[in-house]
């Protein structure tokens, strides 16, 4: 079915066009005709679905239709968790409202860097504003904008909202909205918190679950590969050549990769010792500023460097299409990491591969993933590499590096509850 089929005006279709999007993914298919219509809608898609032009389109589509408020008030907002995430989905409103008529303002405001600059950037107010929680609120206490007129509200990635500890903010940021409103909520994984989420803030919601098809959730390949925990590095550069059998290269040339991993420090640890034995790594971390962080992502994209090295947090929302390879060095420490990384490979159509090296003291914790995403994966040795190492007893939820599965080590509450238990005795 062809954009303007899907009610969206000439100048969108236009719009998404020139972006190279000719025929709606599924979930754009399904969502972008239930935005338009006014209702709420719950979209079950990973990144790479399309699922930022799904609620972007109708969104400015809304916005040209409805009343215009001099000076400008915040119409639209949306939610994500990360500061890239949030440039990203700003970049895709903006393309995409280039041609309009009456091309909507968007402000994109987000924590880790000097307030100033969102300020001025909102003087004269915004139609359209792209938050992280935190410093929107942090805004909203400035006087530096409103949100007593928004109509249409987008969470974007709801489960990493939750997983990040916002859950708060965003209940904060919820009380100053309107009632009367639309909500569009989108996730990747659907745990209670996130459909508790999801229930109270939503009304009569279409939902949009997009089936694994190869078009819009291509092919991932999961591999598993027991290795000894000192010998990774080595490995990675084994599978990483072009020419070794089990390769994650391609003809010509090592292969491209974002190997993920638990701390700031093994970022730059890992990337040194693979650049210096003969491949283009670099670290990608939150103690970079975010210009070095940009500057990375874009030599990246342009092929300077072949492997970014990083951790979940400074990953999050990166876009880098083709991206064929996902590794998983150290495990994540939750199931809910582990979707959000395969998912940066295999994006819009391509098909990629994802690899998690486990070691005798990860794998049961590796195998509390695999279950809570009811996957069972096969595990592989390579030649030459095969584990010497024993699994531990009794470990499965502290692997090393990973800090255990989230939500299976007692929480504070739970130490208090059992401290107090010990006192009554
Ligand atoms: P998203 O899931 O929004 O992060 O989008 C994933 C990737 O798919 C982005 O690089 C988009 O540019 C691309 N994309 C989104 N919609 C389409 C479409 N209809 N046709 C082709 N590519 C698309």
Not at 134 to 149: E, I, K, P, T, W
Not at 310 to 320: M, V
């Amino acid at each position: 079915m062809p954009f303007p089929s899907l009610g969206l005006a000439p100048a969108l279709v236009h719009a998404a066009g020139t972006l190279g999007f000719l025929t709606p993914t599924p979930i754009q298919a399904a969502a972008i005709p239930a935005v338009l219509r006014g209702a709420d809608v719950l979209g079950c898609a990973q990144t790479g679905s399309g699922k930022t032009a799904a609620f972007a389109l109708p969104l400015l589509q809304r916005l040209q239709e409805g009343p215009r408020h001099t000076p400008r008030r915040v119409r639209a907002l949306v939610l994500v968790p990360t500061r890239e995430l949030a440039a990203q989905v700003g970049e895709v409103l903006r393309s995409l409202a280039q041609g309009l008529p009456q091309p909507p303002k968007v402000a994109v405001v987000f924590g880790g860097v000097s307030v100033n600059p969102q300020m001025m950037a909102l003087r004269g107010g915004a139609d359209v504003v792209v938050a992280t929680p935190g410093r929107l609120l942090d805004l909203v206490q400035h006087n530096a904008l409103r949100l007593s007129a928004v109509e249409l509200l987008v969470l974007d990635e709801a489960d990493r909202l939750l997983d990040l500890g916002f859950a708060e903010e965003l209940h904060r940021v919820l009380a100053l909205l309107p009632a009367r409103r639309q909500n569009l909520f989108f996730s990747a994984t659907f745990a209670p918190a996130v459909e508790t989420l999801a229930a109270g803030l939503l009304q009569e919601p279409v939902r949009v679950e997009v089936a694994a098809t190869p078009q819009d959730a291509p092919a991932i390949l999961q591999r598993v590969i027991q290795v000894d925990a000192g010998r990774r590095t080595e490995l990675l550069r084994h599978l990483l050549r072009a020419d070794s059998p089990q390769s994650l290269g391609v003809a010509g040339g090592p292969g491209r990769a974002l190997v993920f991993v638990a701390t700031q420090y093994a970022t730059e640890h890992v990337a040194w010792k693979l650049y210096k034995n003969g491949l283009f790594a670099t670290p990608f971390h939150g103690g970079l500023s975010q210009g070095a962080r940009r500057q990375v992502l874009e030599e990246f994209k342009a092929g300077r460097w072949d492997v970014l090295v990083t951790t979940d947090l400074a990953a999050r929302g990166i876009d880098i299409l083709q991206l064929p390879a996902v590794v998983n060095y150290d495990l994540p420490r939750s199931a809910v990491d582990y979707v959000h990384r395969i998912g940066r490979t295999g994006r819009a159509g391509e098909s990629g591969v994802a690899v998690s090296f486990v070691s005798a003291a990860t794998e049961a914790h590796m195998r509390l993933i695999e279950k809570r995403q009811h996957l069972s994966l096969p595990r592989e040795q390579i030649a030459g590499f095969e584990p010497t190492e024993v699994e531990p007893q009794e470990k499965a939820a502290e692997a090393p590096g990973t800090g255990g599965i989230k939500g299976k080590r007692p929480s504070k509450k739970d130490k208090l509850r059992a401290a107090a238990a010990r006192g009554q005795a």
